[in-house]
């Protein structure tokens, strides 16, 4: 669904520890997703990404995992470190309604 | 240009003025987004454009925003009558289909004083 006005939740981590961040959507027919990565005063940019016919998909010290079953969407991010520090969204698009829906983004916290 | 670029960046209007926030996409994009971002919060779906279909403008708070898409290039997000509440920051996104990921502006951050 659309994340109007809620307060963010905060996962705080050990720098060298893996973070795992999850995403429960609310459309059964969404089949793409994209994880974004929101610095501070500055626009979210894209980390990675994957379409309903995958249920994991692997990037550069993240893993996407998909759980259509239970609409369950997981960044999982190896090895955090200090520059991993933001707040995380993630987005789901039902190709029937053509646009992004964004969850309401949790924010990661790396403690050196 | 390369990116979303948004202007302005920062704007700080008096409460009762109208603004006007401009988003380039990037080139070619069929799809644009304006999201609104309050401090500290997630992001509040405004407006949708796509290619020369009605806009989707479930998203808009009140009848003080309204937005135009010219030419399927640039788009205008207006604030009438600006209200305190409306202070935020400004995001607009662009897409190749839609059904692609969306690119990012920067954002543009208003200040109602």
């Known amino acids: 669904g659309e994340s109007v006005g809620l307060h963010l939740p905060t996962l705080s981590v050990q720098e060298g520890d893996n973070s795992i961040i999850n995403c429960a959507y609310s459309?059964?027919?969404?089949?793409?997703f994209i994880w974004y990565k929101q610095e501070s005063g500055k626009g979210p940019q894209f980390i990675i990404d994957?379409?309903?016919?995958?249920d994991k998909r692997q990037g550069q010290r993240v893993t996407v995992l998909l759980n259509k079953t239970v609409k369950h969407l997981s960044l999982q991010i190896a090895a955090t470190q200090p520059g991993d520090s933001a707040v995380y969204f993630c987005?789901?698009?039902?190709?029937?309604?053509?646009?992004?829906?964004f969850g309401s983004g949790t924010k990661l916290n790396v403690k050196p | 240009g390369a990116g979303v670029s948004q202007s302005p960046s920062n704007k700080v209007t008096e409460k009762g003025k109208d603004v006007e926030l401009r988003c380039d996409p990037i080139s070619g994009h069929t799809a644009l987004y304006w999201y609104r971002q309050s401090l500290g919060q997630g992001l509040e779906f405004l407006i949708y454009?796509?290619?020369?279909?009605?806009?989707?403008k479930s998203g808009l708070p009140s009848d003080r925003f309204s937005a135009e898409r010219t030419g399927g290039s640039v788009s205008t997000l207006t604030i009438q009558r600006t209200q305190q509440e409306d202070s935020a920051v400004y995001l607009c996104a662009s897409s190749a289909t839609g059904l692609t990921e969306a690119f990012f502006g920067q954002g543009t951050r208003l200040t109602v004083v």
């Open positions: 459309n059964s027919a969404s089949d793409y």
């Open positions: 454009f796509q290619g020369n279909s009605a806009p989707d």
């Open positions: 994957i379409r309903s016919n995958m």
């Open positions: 987005a789901e698009n039902a190709g029937n309604f053509n646009k992004f829906y």
